[in-house]
């Protein structure tokens, strides 16, 4: 996942009554803040028009926005040059998470983690858990999803069982999942901690402790080549090899 925008959006996609509809720029800073030429921030506008209730998650690929409805239990794909909402699937009710390779979305539904073929909307479950699924991320053929105290990996196109590869510290359990090189980073609820492992080795560092107003679940943490992302009331960020991160390191490199 790339900073791309992501939460949920109403029915019609319609501007707040705070906004404008000119189609002009706002500047950053509000609405009456003074334009700073080159700084100005474009108005809101719908990009499409899905006629049903309920919130949407999104995720994007460079050419395509995909909206996932869980209460519906349809994925939709949007072009982002224009065009009404194509529907990819349906059948994916209760869907919390999902995320995307260039082939295909890795929806999470309850206890699983389905894979859609984004072509052809052809569904695969690719894993099922005792309990409750809560964050999936994909990087270089494998998804990473959260479930109880851990994080697992599968391969991401044969159905099979998943392989821990991380467990919450402070008997907490994972949510907010993201992946960046030999790194996987997530939020826990319950100890409201951001962590990090790697995927091979067994460092292990509580980059952040006891976050009050951590945000979990789909896309709540985000990684890029550096550092972590996070919201507990502000934009939180941190370099998650940092070896002098809060809680220090619970682990050491395996040799």
Same mark, same amino acid.
């Given at each position: 996942?790339?900073?791309?925008?992501?939460?949920?959006?109403?029915?019609?996609?319609?501007?707040?009554?705070?906004?404008?509809?000119?189609?002009?720029? =706002?500047?950053?800073? #509000?609405?009456? *803040?003074?334009?700073?030429? !080159?700084?100005?921030?474009?108005?809101p506008k719908a990009v499409a028009v899905i006629e049903?209730?309920?919130?949407?998650?999104?995720?994007?690929?460079?050419?395509?926005? +995909?909206?996932?409805s869980g209460s519906l239990g349809k994925l939709y794909?949007?072009a982002k040059s224009g065009g009404p909402p194509q529907? =990819?699937?349906? !059948?994916?009710?209760?869907?919390?998470?999902?995320?995307?390779?260039?082939?295909?979305?890795?929806?999470?539904?309850?206890?699983?983690?389905?894979?859609?073929?984004?072509?052809? !909307?052809?569904?695969?479950?690719?894993?099922?858990?005792?309990?409750?699924?809560?964050?999936?991320?994909?990087?270089?053929?494998?998804?990473?999803?959260?479930?109880?105290?851990?994080?697992?990996?599968?391969?991401?196109?044969?159905?099979?069982? #998943?392989?821990?590869?991380?467990?919450?510290?402070?008997?907490?359990?994972? +949510? #907010?999942?993201?992946?960046?090189?030999?790194?996987?980073? +997530?939020?826990?609820?319950?100890?409201?901690?951001?962590?990090?492992?790697?995927?091979?080795?067994?460092?292990?560092?509580?980059?952040?402790?006891?976050? !009050?107003?951590?945000?979990?679940?789909?896309?709540?943490?985000?990684?890029? #080549?550096?550092?972590?992302?996070?919201?507990?009331?502000?934009?939180?960020?941190? *370099?998650?090899?940092?070896?002098? *991160?809060?809680?220090?390191?619970?682990?050491?490199?395996?040799?």
């Open positions: 996942g790339g900073k791309n925008p992501s939460g949920p959006v109403g029915k019609g996609g319609a501007p707040s009554s705070s906004g404008t509809s000119s189609g002009g720029k =706002v500047p950053i800073g #509000g609405i009456n *803040a003074p334009c700073v030429p !080159g700084e100005c921030e474009s108005d049903e209730c309920g919130s949407l998650l999104l995720q994007d690929l460079p050419d395509t926005l +995909y909206a996932l794909a949007i529907m =990819v699937t349906l !059948g994916l009710g209760g869907a919390t998470a999902f995320a995307l390779d260039k082939t295909n979305a890795y929806v999470v539904v309850g206890v699983s983690v389905i894979q859609v073929n984004l072509t052809n !909307g052809t569904k695969t479950a690719l894993v099922t858990e005792t309990g409750a699924v809560t964050d999936v991320a994909v990087d270089r053929g494998k998804i990473y999803y959260a479930t109880g105290a851990y994080i697992k990996q599968a391969d991401a196109t044969t159905p099979g069982v #998943g392989t821990a590869v991380a467990q919450s510290a402070d008997e907490g359990e994972a +949510y #907010g999942v993201a992946v960046s090189g030999n790194y996987v980073l +997530y939020a826990s609820n319950l100890s409201f901690n951001v962590e990090t492992d790697e995927i091979f080795g067994e460092r292990h560092l509580k980059l952040a402790a006891s976050q !009050g107003s951590l945000v979990l679940g789909h896309r709540s943490v985000q990684a890029d #080549g550096t550092h972590v992302y996070w919201a507990n009331g502000s934009l939180l960020s941190r *370099a998650f090899t940092d070896v002098n *991160a809060l809680g220090s390191s619970v682990g050491l490199p395996s040799n």
